[in-house]
């Protein structure tokens, strides 16, 4: 489609649409090709080690798919298809990216830790390397030296310091193990497939043009800051690129409703008349993980207050927003209470202006979809916010936590 100005309703479905939310969820068992169509969509799944109610990694393909096996991920990167590395964050990308991130893998690495272990403990990094390729993979606990317990979050020891530094230059890859979610790290040429490695990597310019490309289909219409945020790279190197893109047609200047910058349009993007969709969003999925853009598309504001704490909270610790048709109209704060087997909807809260009598029956079967899905037996709602009345009463049975 090729248009000059969208409305704010079109941009929405325009986005979605690119996320895969215009597709329909499978009704029959679902396997590696939905996997496959999903990851065609997204192209990046963020990965996070929070798993209150289950990681933030599984729950991008539970909002497209629906109950799905678990295992597709870890499957997906077994045979090659997935690896890990920088990208929006920590994630999982598809292997036949890889020659596209190779500019930041060889470039030089601005983390001040390297550095100063490199100055203390010269050679040690050529160390940790030939022990991986003599000894096989390994995880940072194998190369701890720390003495005493841990600090904080990011209080790495050395060990952890050079497997992090050569994971980023793309010597050595990971995968993680699944009983505690570390990092196992081997030689890239031993987890890689042979034929991805040997493509060859296109320049820094042009690698970040393909990423923008991609990073526009993904979203279908964004701004600059929107498509450089998708695979995180930064607006000025990439500014003069999306220019050269719109000149070759590749992409589409627009103007969006309400927005005061302009808009990039993929000419491949869809714009369905309806988005028939009730998911549930994870805090880093797609859709919402750029805040800015999410106030921008929907007029919802979404903050993780995972890091605030739980006096200062204003919706709850582990909050997911509520995709209904084509916006974002509530948020749950869920959590899987695994011994108890209980899916827990600590609160539930809808927008202002939102037909709640409506939209409860949805969420109710969204959530015990997301109990099956999880081996919980049951879906216990608390009292707390403006939507959980509705949902007590359409669920028939509830109990407060």
């Known amino acids: 489609m090729a248009a000059e100005r969208l409305t704010l309703a079109q941009a929405r479905r325009i986005a979605l649409a690119a996320q895969g939310f215009a597709d329909p969820r499978p009704t029959g068992r679902v396997d590696r090709r939905h996997f496959r169509r999903a990851l065609d969509r997204m192209g990046v799944i963020q990965i996070d080690s929070v798993n209150v109610l289950v990681r933030s990694q599984e729950l991008p393909l539970f909002a497209r798919l629906g109950p799905h096996p678990r295992t597709l991920i870890s499957d997906a990167t077994a045979a090659g298809e997935l690896f890990e590395y920088w990208v929006h964050e920590a994630s999982h990308v598809p292997t036949e990216h890889h020659h596209l991130h190779r500019w930041r893998m060889s470039g030089t690495h601005k983390w001040e830790r390297y550095w100063t272990m490199d100055k203390r403990r010269p050679g040690y990094l050529d160390e940790v390397l030939r022990r991986i390729e003599m000894d096989g993979p390994l995880a940072s606990g194998d190369l701890s030296e720390r003495v005493g317990k841990k600090g904080t979050w990011w209080d790495w020891d050395d060990g952890k310091v050079a497997l992090e530094h050569l994971f980023w230059s793309g010597l050595i890859t990971a995968v993680r ?180 009598d409506r939209l409860a029956p949805d969420v109710v079967r969204e959530l015990h979809a997301m109990a099956g899905w999880l081996g919980l037996d049951r879906v216990a709602i608390a009292d707390r916010g403006d939507l959980a009345s509705t949902l007590q009463r359409v669920a028939g049975r509830y109990s407060s936590v």
């Open 177 to 356: 193990r699944p009983n505690d979610f570390a990092r196992i790290y081997d030689l890239s040429e031993r987890v890689i497939p042979p034929q991805v490695l040997a493509r060859p990597a296109p320049s820094e310019a042009e690698a970040r043009k393909q990423l923008l490309l991609l990073a526009a289909k993904h979203h279908g219409v964004g701004t600059l800051q929107d498509l450089t945020d998708y695979h995180r790279q930064k607006n000025a190197p990439c500014k003069p690129l999306l220019d050269e893109l719109v000149e070759e047609g590749a992409l589409h200047v627009v103007q969006v409703q309400g927005w005061d910058k302009p808009a990039y349009l993929h000419p491949q993007a869809k714009l369905p008349r309806r988005i028939e969709a009730c998911a549930f969003l994870s805090p880093f999925d797609p859709v919402c993980w750029n805040r800015d853009r999410s106030e921008r598309l929907f007029g919802f504001h979404y903050r993780i207050e995972i890091y605030t704490p739980a006096p200062k909270r204003t919706y709850g610790y582990y909050v997911l927003p509520i995709l209904w048709g084509d916006s974002l109209v509530g948020r749950l704060d869920l959590k899987a209470d695994r011994h108890n087997r209980t899916l827990l909807v600590h609160g539930s809260y809808a927008e202002p202006g939102v037909p709640i």
